[in-house]
Nanobody
Framework: VQLQASGGGLVQAGGSLRLSCAAS????????MGWYRQAPGKQRELVAA???????NYVDSVKGRFTISRDNAKNSMYLQMNSLKPEDTAVYYC????????????????WGQGTLVTVSS
C-alpha cells in the first residue's frame, strides 16, 4: 500500500494550505489515519488523527486552526491548515493503520513520503 502526500509549500504566516494524502487502495478499513510532522531537530509528533467513524483528535497547538478529514470514496485524507504560524514549519507525513480481521488479526502501518510546509514570518 502506498500513501502519497501532497499540498505542501511556502506560505506566509496567517495563510492557509490544504494537504492531501492519496492511498493506493480502498481506505474503508483503515481504522485510524493521521498526519504527523517533524521539524528540524525535533521528534516526529502526531498533529491530527481521524478514525474510520469520523472521530477526530488534534494536538493542542493546532486546535481551532487545523481540520482533518477523509473521503473514503476518493481513498484520500486531508488536512486543512489555517492561520499558519512559523512554528508549523515541518515535513508533514500521512499515516494509516489497518487491521484485517482474522485469527490472529493482521495489523499494518503505512507511511507517506512527506510533504514540506514552510511558514515564513
Amino acid at each position: 500500500v502506498q500513501l502519497q502526500a501532497s499540498g505542501g509549500g511556502l506560505v506566509q504566516a496567517g495563510g492557509s494550505l490544504r494537504l492531501s494524502c492519496a492511498a493506493s487502495k480502498n481506505i474503508f478499513n483503515f481504522n485510524i489515519m493521521g498526519w504527523y510532522r517533524q521539524a528540524p531537530g525535533k521528534q516526529r509528533e502526531l498533529v491530527a488523527a481521524i478514525t474510520s467513524g469520523g472521530g477526530t483528535n488534534y494536538v493542542d497547538s493546532v486546535k481551532g486552526r487545523f481540520t482533518i478529514s477523509r473521503d473514503n470514496a476518493k481513498n484520500s485524507m486531508y488536512l486543512q491548515m489555517n492561520s499558519l504560524k512559523p512554528e508549523d514549519t515541518a515535513v508533514y507525513y500521512c499515516n494509516a493503520n489497518e487491521v484485517i480481521a482474522g485469527i490472529p488479526p493482521q495489523m499494518y502501518d503505512y507511511w507517506g513520503q512527506g510533504t514540506l510546509v514552510t511558514v515564513s514570518s
